[in-house]
């Protein structure tokens, strides 16, 4: 959802939510019909996601944070929230 003219700003679904499983020690996306199961790299993903940053700054971020360079991390970033919008757990705005 990065394309040139399209929305870019990734926040949760409203009926989604980030939570900490503590009992198997993982973060979960929890919404109505299920959860999924998300590494600790998805959490920190989800947790840059809050309607405010673009995918952009979300990139830069994880970048900084590992010291990652060359477009592995915009892929991924991009995979994996395009994967979640996909099923509607992540919406786009602008």
């Given at each position: 959802m990065t394309a040139a003219g399209r929305p870019t700003v990734p926040r949760l679904h409203p009926k989604a939510r980030l939570q900490r499983d503590d009992v198997r020690?993982?973060?979960v996306?929890?919404?109505?019909e299920g959860l999924v199961a998300l590494s600790p790299t998805g959490a920190e993903i989800l947790v840059l996601c809050d309607g405010?940053?673009?995918v952009a700054d979300v990139v830069a971020a994880l970048e900084r944070r590992y010291g990652a360079t060359g477009g592995s991390v915009e892929r991924d970033v991009t995979a994996f929230l395009d994967g979640l919008a996909a099923k509607g757990l992540v919406t786009y705005g602008s």
């Open positions: 020690a993982r973060d996306l929890l919404y109505p405010v940053r673009s």
